[in-house]
């Protein structure tokens, strides 16, 4: 490469460098960057609205794991208390024919 080429070379450079700087700070290039800023806004909130919605609906999920447990844990302990009232029953039954 000779000097003129590398001379050539480093003039655009320091031409599409400037002009790229006019145009990445031009007016328009700022209404560009307030309305994709806005978008990314507007992403945000509609993805934390979402966050809150199953923030909800991971409580309202607990709380009906916990009334169906307390259902169950009780109709256990209502079983448990019939057949030891069975047991009791049949060992009374049998004390009373000895």
Avoid: F, P
Wanted: net charge negative; aromatic share 6%; with cysteine.
């Amino acid at each position: 490469m000779n000097v003129l080429e590398k001379i050539a070379w480093g003039a655009g450079g320091l031409l599409l460098g400037t002009a790229g700087k006019a145009i990445l700070t031009s007016r328009d290039a700022k209404k560009v960057y307030t309305h994709c800023t806005a978008a990314v806004l507007r992403g945000r909130d509609c993805i934390m609205e979402t966050g809150d919605a199953i923030r909800e609906n991971c409580g309202d999920i607990y709380a009906d794991a916990e009334d169906i447990n307390h259902a169950r844990y009780a109709d256990a302990e209502k079983q448990k208390v019939q057949e030891a009232e069975a047991i009791l029953a049949a060992y009374k039954e049998k004390e009373a024919e000895a």
